[in-house]
């Protein structure tokens, strides 16, 4: 009896022991998975020639992926003059040539899902060209100008032409309903992408930020969105009362805002009273703060409106976006006001690239590390943010010689045979060019400096004398060959490697590099799979 009250003891005491040990083990397990980060989300911009045309291609393409733990493969699939990638029955007008005959995106989608890999369908959202199928059959869904025309007359720089056409975000019937959404939704349903992907989800803003959109449509429909005048009893117009000496303290006396002229005046006038009039007559010029408004709300109607769609398909399918770097500012310029979008955006991957930054390197790695810091916090920790890295634009110390050299060479070929004087001094810039890019091209690669050497004095030689139109083309072919196969080594791993570092300070869920393509041509995967090793 009592041995086996004393056994009893022991395996109770046994018991509870064991407990003990297997809770404070599992706590232990615990505070581990606490302490240990979640793992950083890798992921890849990719355009579909740098992928291929063939199943053997497009397998060594996600094999190549796989190697440097790429997670999600983003795939252009609408581009910026609207081609598509994807066997489009709604849309076959717009199918990239060559692409209706392979099924580009169902391959990519089974090569990648066969390793692990996720696909992000990537579209440019509002950005077509005058010559693709969506501006050719519907003109009248383009954004306009002040004058009535649309992006296409405008110039980047003083002289380049800019070959694109903005489609207008408002117009119903229009592009977003009739264009844009069905074709998300056509990628969405028909193919096992597992998710979407905007880019250029915003109005231009490198040509002409202030200036779009005045088409009928957005005229007709910007005094309702801002109410300046009520659509009852429209004849009634009220002034300011002056209750306060501050004028604009009056604004609430419910002043009407409208011009009473309204309906008579052109284009040109009702634009300028949005982008400088005045809310109350003899205030400050302040109608444009409504204009911005206009287009934040445009831009962020588009965003919930194709989340509803995607949302509402059988499968779930994820929707992520590319943004500018900052919020706050981009809501002024391009209407991309994206940190109030997270009820409708799975994944932000902002392009932090070092061209949209202005002071060196090593200015670029602390401010990366700073702007991704605030866009988790503009974001509230919401929703995940991929820093976008860039890998061209890293280097612009080691590409500024051969772009400026590739300049000079098309400026020196378009002279009078007989303007020495300009030609002696191309020729001097053009040496200056090489002189800059030869010690770290013989460092890397001695082969090509020295094929370089005699192409370079065929053309400098005589104060440019010797700059014949066989010699200058010889030239322009071997700089161009040279960009398109830069040798390994010329474009150096550490500045990729310190720029994901950079990135990593801030925490960001993952990190996303621009673009596949690129990587080829700069010999650089090699450093993304040191990188991304895990
Ligand atoms: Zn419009």
Redesign the pocket.
């Known amino acids: 009896m009592k041995s086996f009250l004393i056994r009893s003891v022991i395996t109770r005491l046994l018991g509870v022991l064991i407990v003990v040990a297997v809770l404070h083990f599992s706590s232990i397990a615990k505070a581990r998975n606490a302490a240990q980060p979640k793992r950083e989300v890798h992921a890849l911009w990719a355009h579909p020639p740098a992928v291929g045309k063939t199943p053997e291609a497009i397998k060594q393409f996600v094999d190549q992926c796989k190697r440097a733990n790429i997670d999600t493969i983003v795939i252009l699939v609408k581009g910026s003059a609207g081609e598509i990638y994807w066997q489009s029955k709604r849309f076959p007008q717009a199918i990239a040539a060559g692409y209706a005959d392979f099924d580009f995106l169902g391959t990519l989608v089974k090569e990648s899902h066969a390793q692990g890999i996720k696909v992000d369908a990537w579209l440019c959202d509002f950005i077509e060209s005058p010559k693709g199928a969506a501006y050719r059959e519907h003109p009248e869904w383009a954004?306009?100008n002040p004058d009535g025309t649309t992006t296409a007359s405008e110039k980047l720089g003083h002289t380049r032409p800019y070959d694109y056409v903005w489609m207008?975000?408002?117009?119903r019937p229009g592009y977003v309903d009739q264009w844009l959404i069905p074709m998300f939704e056509e990628v969405a349903k028909n193919y096992q992408v597992d998710s979407v992907h905007h880019d250029y989800v915003r109005y231009p803003g490198d040509v002409a930020p202030d200036s779009?959109?005045?088409?009928d449509?957005?005229l007709a429909h910007f005094p309702q969105f801002a109410m300046l005048s009520y659509q009852s009893r429209p004849d009634e117009r009220y002034r300011v009362k002056f209750a306060q000496p501050r004028i604009e303290a009056n604004w609430w006396s419910d002043p009407t805002m409208l011009p009473g002229d309204w309906d008579k005046m052109d284009r040109r006038d009702k634009a300028d009273f949005i982008l400088n009039g005045r809310t109350i007559p003899g205030g400050p010029p302040d109608m444009r703060y409504f204009f911005y408004e206009y287009r934040q709300e445009q831009i962020k109607n588009y965003v919930r409106e194709l989340a509803t769609h995607i949302r509402s398909l059988p499968r779930k399918v994820e929707i992520s976006a590319a943004v500018f770097k900052n919020p706050i500012l981009s809501s002024r310029f391009i209407g991309q006001h994206w940190n109030e979008w997270t009820d409708w955006i799975d994944v932000y991957m902002p392009m932090t690239y070092r061209s949209h930054f202005a002071g060196s390197f090593e200015s670029y790695l602390d401010h990366l590390t700073e702007v991704t810091e605030r866009q988790v916090e503009w974001v509230h920790h919401k929703r995940p943010i991929y820093a976008g890295i860039a890998t061209t634009y890293l280097y612009r110390e080691e590409l500024q010689p051969v772009e400026d050299m590739r300049e000079r060479l098309n400026e020196l070929k378009a002279l009078a045979a007989d303007d020495a004087q300009a030609r002696a001094e191309k020729a001097k810039a053009i040496k200056a060019n090489f002189e800059a890019l030869k010690p770290h091209l013989t460092e890397v690669a001695p082969q090509v400096s020295s094929e370089f050497q005699p192409l370079v004095d065929a053309v400098v030689a005589n104060n440019g004398a010797g700059a014949t139109p066989a010699n200058v083309d010889a030239l322009i072919a071997r700089v161009s060959r040279f960009r398109s196969d830069l040798p390994p080594g010329y474009f150096q791993p550490d500045k990729l490697l310190k720029s994901i570092e950079a990135a990593r300070k801030a925490h960001p869920e993952g990190i996303a590099i621009f673009a596949a393509g690129n990587l080829k041509i700069e010999k650089l995967w090699p450093t993304l799979e040191t990188a991304f090793k895990r």
């Open positions: 954004q306009l207008c975000p408002s117009r779009y959109c005045f088409c449509y957005c």
